[in-house]
């Protein structure tokens, strides 16, 4: 404030019992020689007795001279604030007031009110109105009589359902998210290869619906889709079904109230839903990528909308996912996957370990085609009930998944074309000097727990040979 | 929602801030072609023209008319255009 005249400064609401206390005092103060502007919050009228009041009832000046709490007193000295008392504490005022003896027949201290300029939504409005905007994105200016959401829809922004019109101040209350400043250069997306700032992806985070609270969870996952490993680029682009699935782990599940149990990978769950849609929106939006332009999917699958979950893990037999990739229980993460799809086991019949791992095998064994081998690792999802049957056994998860890889080797001449009448398989060549292919490439099976209390069911979420699935740390 | 106008572009801003134009066809040949009559006077007089200029070049041509140019066409109008033409000649003036 270089602009603001020497002398002091008050900041009030009539609504504040501690300001209408210290009213005399203001009275007192305003019969010195010393120059004082009172600014009041909410009715002009008050205080009485002194002679500088302004209306500050559109708060500009509390947002500028950054007023948390009425009343403040604050002391100019060339321009610049050199001193403020906050609340009512005699000595405070005096010493800022440089004056003695202030309302003796007042108590000793009293502490003050918030002030409006900080009331819940305030902020960032204020921040619009009244700020050095810090973010760097074009203004799109709507027609007056153009609707916001069809003006989404008409300039290409959504995934064919309705986003959140992205207001500066919508964006500024999702920035708070974060301690990442909105200039920070996040990585480079494909397949338009842009660059990609914390701003821009909160901007996606808003029109996808997404709280505050929920940015980490999506600057992690655009973190980890776009690494060298997660392949992005070809993901997006290829005629099969895939598209980004996150996977969140850790103490952040429960804080932002992410849905690890009944119905976890379906609808219902703002976070969920949300985190898994931004991703999408960052790639059409940033990316450049549009279904029919680089991407080239037959079919697609529905989780291109949004796929993401949180593991269960507060009452699992095993090790989280994170954990397996050497990551603390303590750690929030995010694991990326190549997904395309969801298909359901369903067992509701073995009672033995073994004879479930059989059960899954074969289930498994028909991922993308019965005779194909070798294929890319899929995301097993174990439910509660079946976990329980390996728990209660005392199976580790590494017992199971090395049972279940063994089941998964596959005697070449059930693979080799031509057999069982169906020409898909691999060629007698290929098979040559094997006795058995494992189903899937390095054995590496990536197995979570999720799902409702009931139900003896699990989920085999197939992958895409491009991608290597990929985690990163969640961090503020 | 009157404070809201201005939105923040999300995209990497490397095309206008403006809706873009539909990109136009490099040829006609093979596409059917809609004109459209708003009823404004006249209006019939100059289309009978551009099809019968079109209809030469053994082009394929449908003709549509709104019921008044005083108001957008009828969503049924818009819709059986959309499904049945590549592209739309509508005669504005009188």
């Not at chain 1, 919050?41 to 500050?56: K, L, M, R, S, Y």
């Not at chain 1, 610049?80 to 008392?85: D, F, L, M, N």
Request: charged share 25%; hydrophobic share 35%; aromatic share 6%.
């Amino acid at each position: 404030m270089s602009t603001q005249p020497d002398g002091l400064i008050a900041v009030v609401k009539q609504d504040c019992p501690t300001c209408t206390l210290i009213e005399p005092v203001l009275k007192q103060i305003g019969q010195t020689d010393c120059s004082l502007t009172v600014y009041t919050q909410d009715n002009p009228e008050f205080p009485t007795g002194v002679a500088t009041v302004i209306d500050d009832t559109s708060l500009e000046q509390s947002y500028k001279f950054n007023i948390e709490t009425v009343p403040t007193l604050l002391r100019f000295e060339n321009g610049k604030e050199t001193e403020r008392a906050i609340g009512w504490h005699r000595g405070d005022w005096e010493s800022v007031s440089g004056l003695s003896d202030l309302g003796t027949d007042l108590p000793e201290s009293r502490p003050g009110c918030g002030s409006k300029s900080v009331e819940p939504g305030i902020v960032e409005k204020l921040a619009v109105q009244f700020g050095d905007s810090k973010l760097a994105a074009r203004r799109v200016e709507v027609g007056s009589l153009e609707d916001e959401m069809e003006a989404c829809f008409k300039r290409g922004w959504t995934d064919g359902l309705p986003v959140v019109p992205p207001t500066e101040e919508r964006v500024l209350r999702m920035l708070e998210g974060t301690t990442r400043s909105p200039d920070e250069h996040v990585g480079i997306v494909p397949p338009n290869y842009n660059d990609c700032t914390v701003e821009k992806i909160a901007i996606n985070a808003v029109m996808a619906g997404c709280k505050p609270e929920y940015l980490p969870v999506v600057l992690a996952a655009v973190e980890a889709v776009l690494s060298e490993e997660f392949g992005m680029h070809g993901l997006l682009a290829t005629t099969y079904f895939a598209g980004p699935m996150v996977i969140v782990n850790g103490p952040i599940t429960r804080e932002i109230g992410m849905n690890a149990r009944v119905n976890a990978l379906g609808q219902g769950n703002r976070a969920n839903a949300t985190i898994g849609r931004t991703l999408q929106l960052i790639i059409r939006n940033i990316g450049g990528r549009v279904p029919g332009g680089v991407d080239r999917a037959m079919l697609g699958n529905p989780g291109k909308y949004t796929f993401c979950f949180a593991e269960r893990e507060d009452d699992s037999p095993w090790e989280s996912l994170a954990v397996e990739r050497g990551f603390s229980p303590d750690t929030s993460t995010v694991s990326l996957f190549a997904a395309s799809g969801v298909t359901p086991i369903s067992d509701t019949a073995s009672r033995d370990p073994d004879d479930l791992c059989r059960s899954f095998a074969a289930c498994l064994k028909a991922v993308s085609h019965p005779k194909s081998a070798n294929q890319p690792s899929p995301v097993l999802v174990v439910s509660p009930e079946h976990s329980r049957r390996f728990g209660d056994a005392g199976w580790s998860k590494a017992q199971f998944r090395e049972t279940l890889n063994r089941y998964l080797q596959i005697p070449v001449e059930e693979l080799i074309s031509g057999t069982g009448g169906i020409v898909e398989g691999i060629s007698e060549s290929r098979a040559k000097n094997q006795k058995t292919m494992p189903k899937f490439r390095a054995n590496t099976l990536h197995i979570v727990r999720a799902g409702g209390d009931a139900g003896l069911f699990s989920a085999i979420i197939s992958s895409w040979g491009g991608s290597q699935s990929v985690t990163k740390e969640i961090k503020p | 929602m009157s404070e809201t106008r201005i939105l923040l572009d999300p995209t990497s801003e490397q095309k206008p801030a403006q809706r873009e134009r539909v990109t136009r066809p490099n040829s006609l040949e093979g596409l059917t072609i809609g004109l459209l009559d708003i009823s404004k006077n006249r209006g019939n007089v100059f289309l009978d023209r551009v099809e019968s200029h079109l209809t030469d070049r053994g082009l394929k041509v449908n003709r549509y008319i709104k019921p008044t140019f005083t108001r957008p066409a009828p969503v049924e109008l818009q819709q059986q255009i959309a499904t049945e033409c590549d592209v739309v000649v509508e005669g504005l003036a009188d």
